[in-house]
């Protein structure tokens, strides 16, 4: 169902996701429908390919439509947690109008800009989030009235931990109030620290950081996700305690199963 994440967090149950990166409505709903297993899709705005308007709202719109079996869609934003007071924020707005049960804001590296981001996801008094879209409540099969009522408890508000600056800030970012949880982002975590990018599992120093971040979440009663790009590296983050574990992308479904076929009809 489309709060199958917040149920599968809240039982603390990992909940396995895919990351959306080719655009288009119909993708959305192939990926949303590809597994009883997946309890979460991205919609990946930051380097994937859908358009926050009206892309993200025909994408929602079409996983939505399948119903109590569609999993939770979370939409990543393309500004970073530097512009949290500008762009960061208008995003958030423009994903959550759309229907999104949480947004994904990459590079949060202050306190301070995750708690704008918060805000930015919140209606008064807790935020500064404007009410007036005409699609959330279709969406979430509500009531206007009452999509206002629970929208404040039923977003996730999720800061990507992926710069120096936010490993510096590490404890400081988990202690804001609303943040539901810190994304990993290992490739950025990598580069960031003059490591090369995982290929596929992250340089050993890189793990170190990967998992303090997982410690250092829990300590703070935060969810901490991973991003994942083969079933087996997601179930062995699984194991070692992640409570979101993106399992792989739409673009390397497609072209590893096309390329492992391939291999398999030309006798390679
Ligand atoms: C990263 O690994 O940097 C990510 O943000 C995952 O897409």
Avoid at 24 to 39: K, T, Y
Avoid at 86 to 112: C, E, H, N
Avoid at 143 to 166: C, F, K, P
Wanted: proline letters at 6%.
């Amino acid at each position: 169902a489309s709060r199958s994440l917040i149920n599968a967090l809240r039982a603390s149950k990992p909940a396995f996701g895919a990351w959306v990166m080719l655009p288009g409505a119909l993708n959305a709903r192939m990926v949303a429908s590809s597994s009883p297993h997946l309890s979460w899709i991205t919609i990946d705005c930051e380097h994937g390919l859908t358009s926050l308007q009206p892309g993200v709202h025909e994408s929602i719109q079409a996983v939505a439509s399948l119903g109590a079996s569609a999993p939770t869609t979370i939409v990543r934003i393309p500004a970073t947690g530097a512009s949290a007071d500008g762009s960061a924020s208008w995003q958030i707005k423009y994903a959550l109008d759309a229907g999104a049960r949480g947004v994904v804001v990459p590079m949060v590296s202050t306190a301070a800009q995750a708690t704008s981001i918060v805000s930015a996801a919140r209606f008064p008094p807790k935020g500064i989030r404007g009410f007036g879209s005409p699609f959330t409540e279709s969406i979430w099969g509500v009531s206007s009235d009452e999509y206002l009522a629970t929208a404040n408890d039923g977003v996730l508000v999720i800061v990507q931990i992926e710069t120096r600056e936010a490993m510096q800030n590490l404890d400081d970012i988990l202690a804001v109030d609303g943040v539901d949880g810190v994304f990993i982002g290992p490739y950025d975590l990598s580069l960031a620290h003059g490591y090369p990018p995982p290929s596929p599992d992250p340089h050993p120093e890189v793990e170190k950081m990967i998992h303090e971040i997982l410690r250092k979440a829990h300590a703070h009663s935060k969810k901490c996700a991973m991003f994942c790009t083969t079933g087996a590296q997601a179930a062995k983050r699984a194991e070692e305690g992640f409570d979101m574990v993106n399992v792989m992308t739409d673009k390397s479904a497609l072209t590893n199963a096309l390329a492992y076929n391939l291999a398999i009809a030309s006798g390679d």
